[in-house]
């Protein structure tokens, strides 16, 4: 993202809030987790999805009030691989 279009998104949502996606699986509500654990595997591969599906809530859920989301690339590098593909 631009520093242009960042500005022009505090200045649209009157919100200078930039939220940070720094995911780690004991955040994970249970269910999610077990719904993703039994699709994938108790695994990176499961890990990853429960990462990825509850980062989509939080960004479907802010995304019309927070002028930026920033994830935290080292956070989905230790979920391998599949971490990576989630970021």
């Known amino acids: 993202m631009s520093l242009d279009r960042l500005i022009e998104g ?7 809030t930039v939220v ?3 995911p780690k699986l004991e955040y ?9 654990f039994a699709k994938y595997g ?3 591969e499961g ?4 990462l990825l599906a509850f980062n989509r809530g ?11 989301i920033k994830p935290q690339c080292a ?3 230790l979920y391998g691989w599949p971490g990576m593909r989630a970021l």
């Open 10 to 16: 505090i200045l649209e949502k009157q919100n200078p």
């Open 28 to 36: 994970i509500p249970a269910f999610l987790k077990e719904e993703c």
């Open 42 to 44: 108790k695994n990176l």
């Open 75 to 77: 956070y989905y590098e």
């Open 58 to 68: 939080l960004i479907d859920a802010m995304h019309d009030i927070v002028p930026a």
């Open 20 to 22: 940070g996606l720094d």
């Open 47 to 50: 890990a990853a999805a429960a």
